[in-house]
């Protein structure tokens, strides 16, 4: 068992990075803590997700298999177009309470090769592994993909890099099953052919922004000027041009774990009541609040969004006036925006929802004292 620490050998290697991250990614999560219950779906198309049975379902797919992705079946696709594409795939619904369990056992393990493990979502974990070499950070990688195969019976891909941000996206191209490590002097190199959207946080507004610029690729965002792109970016935009240039600059999430965490729950036909939408909205607080009290985080803020029947979204949500934890503040809080907003579409004539989201923000470990209101930036409604 690798663990490395500041004040040992690897310490001593001379060229030896401040600070190098190893980005863990569990590959298929949902339907890898399925098939390692049921061997027998090893290499099949395997579909987790409400089951298209009746052909009425409007639920999505919450993962597939890379067998079944081979048909062009991807995570948020609706149900009725999977079963389209790949119709001898097999469908599992989704156990949550299992997929939280495993999740748990993850991190567990991960915590024995580093003591900073930051959990990122379900699925995702940046291991932190202070001054070590591009060799002993790699190592570090190689031992934890194996751990968790051997321990867990969970495929893992992992990018390592001094920069959590680069560690990400160096994960995503060594899907599946890989493992790629980008050193600091070749961060440029590696990021230049890729395509902006390829950045953790770069959206279709953005992209289409830095498009009309003539910008697609980071290499050509890497020539922009900072003036330029801080006129259409604001702040975002050096942030960018500083991690195209091969210099990126750590977010705080790095430092805290994660900020924002959600649900999301579509009904089966467009709902068109508040009493069938509240009893929802109950379970989902309460579920969030408890997967993010077992997981040590409080919240600093609470958020609701309606997908309309026509697709259009609306949003509400505020600061609270002080970090909740568990599921009864999370509950209480989705109720009251949920409410807001129902009763604000009725100015607009009758309306149905067809998907609800609950978000949980402003997370911070337990360990920290509770914050203030004034602490907190003035409320904020959105829509």
């Avoid at 009541?273 to 989902?284: F, H, K, T």
């Avoid at 989705?334 to 009758?350: Q, T, V």
């Amino acid at each position: 068992m690798i663990m490395l620490h500041e004040d040992g050998e690897a310490a001593k290697d001379p060229a030896r990075s401040a600070s190098w991250v190893v980005y863990v990614d569990l590959d298929a999560y949902y339907v890898s803590c399925e098939v390692r219950e049921r061997p027998e779906l090893v290499g099949k198309e395997v579909i987790v997700g409400p089951p298209p049975e009746g052909g009425t379902t409007r639920g999505v797919v919450l993962s597939a298999s890379y067998e079944a992705r081979r048909h062009g079946v991807h995570s948020a696709m609706p149900v009725q177009a999977a079963a389209r594409l790949a119709p001898e795939a097999i469908w599992i619904p989704p156990d949550f309470a299992k997929y939280e369990r495993v999740a748990g056992e993850v991190r567990d393990l991960l915590r024995k090769f580093s003591a900073e493990v930051i959990p990122l979502s379900i699925d995702e974990a940046a291991l932190l592994l202070g001054a070590v070499g591009a060799d002993e950070a790699r190592a570090v990688a190689e031992e934890v993909q194996r751990a968790l195969r051997r321990e867990l019976d969970l495929p893992a891909s992992l990018g390592v890099s001094t920069s959590r941000t680069v560690a990400k996206m160096a994960t995503d191209r060594a899907k599946p099953g890989g493992i790629l490590v980008v050193r600091p002097l070749e961060v440029a190199e590696f990021l230049a052919p890729l395509p902006v959207r390829a950045i953790p946080g770069v959206g279709p507004k953005t992209d289409s922004i830095l498009e009309a610029m003539g910008v697609r690729t980071i290499g050509e965002l890497a020539g922009r000027r900072p003036r330029d792109l801080e006129r259409v970016l604001g702040s975002f935009g050096r942030e960018l041009l500083l991690l195209a240039r091969g210099t990126p600059v750590e977010r705080r999430e790095m430092e805290s774990g994660p900020r924002v965490r959600s649900s999301d729950h579509t009904f089966e036909r467009d709902s068109t009541s508040w009493e069938e939408i509240v009893p929802v909205l109950d379970r989902m607080g309460e579920d969030l609040g408890r997967s993010l009290a077992r997981e040590g985080y409080r919240y600093g803020g609470v958020s609701v969004a309606f997908r309309w029947g026509d697709f259009s979204r609306s949003q509400h949500g505020s600061v609270l006036p002080g970090a909740g934890e568990g599921p009864a503040a999370l509950r209480e809080a989705a109720r009251r925006w949920g409410k807001e907003l129902w009763d604000r579409s009725g100015s607009a004539g009758p309306r149905s929802v067809r998907t609800i989201s609950v978000r949980a923000e402003r997370l911070v470990p337990r360990n920290r004292r509770q914050a203030l209101l004034e602490e907190f930036e003035a409320p904020v409604t959105r829509r």
